[in-house]
């Protein structure tokens, strides 16, 4: 059985707001994340995945209505900019084979992608706003995953 992981970073967020959780997509940040749905058009997806922050919150729902996909989203809060990639493989790691989708934040995604496929976080990747990663192994595992293809919505 194999595990498909797509990771969105969310779209561009306004500068300022009263706190960083509160920044809200721009325009352009909504209609970049809508292009990167485009890649998800017709996978079977168990699940979509978002920080609690609402530039993460907006562009995961962006996401869910462009595809159709009937179940809310899961609102995880160790998907953060702050969080922890190696406490968060290990959360990851009770969803076993299937495809999921995470709309997360930097730094914490490109860390994150360093760590499912190199093993370490000493090698994160860059990944612009509404950029998609599409991981795929056979477990969620610390150097376990594959990089399929990393889509950029320009």
């Known amino acids: ?29 909504r209609a970049a994340v809508l292009r990167s749905a485009r890649h998800l058009e017709g996978r079977p997806l168990q699940a979509i995945f978002a920080s609690p922050y609402v530039r993460a919150q907006q562009s995961a729902a ?6 159709g996909f009937r179940d809310a989203v899961v609102t995880l809060p160790w998907i953060t900019p702050e969080s922890v990639p190696r406490q968060a493989l290990d959360r990851l790691a009770e969803y076993r084979a299937g495809e ?14 360093s ?3 190199h093993g370490h976080v000493q090698q994160p990747l860059p990944m612009g706003t509404a950029d998609l990663a599409e991981l795929s192994g056979e477990l969620l595992l610390a150097g376990g995953m ?9």
Do not use: I, N, Y
């Open 1 to 29: 059985m194999t595990v498909k992981l797509w990771l969105l970073r969310h779209g561009e967020a306004e500068a300022q707001a009263r706190s960083d959780a509160e920044r809200r997509l721009t325009p352009a940040g």
């Open 62 to 67: 962006l996401v869910r209505e462009a595809l």
């Open 100 to 113: 999921w989708l995470l709309v997360t934040h930097q730094p914490f995604v490109g860390s994150l992608l």
């Open 115 to 117: 760590l499912l496929l």
């Open 146 to 154: 594959d990089l399929q293809a990393l889509h950029s919505p320009d």
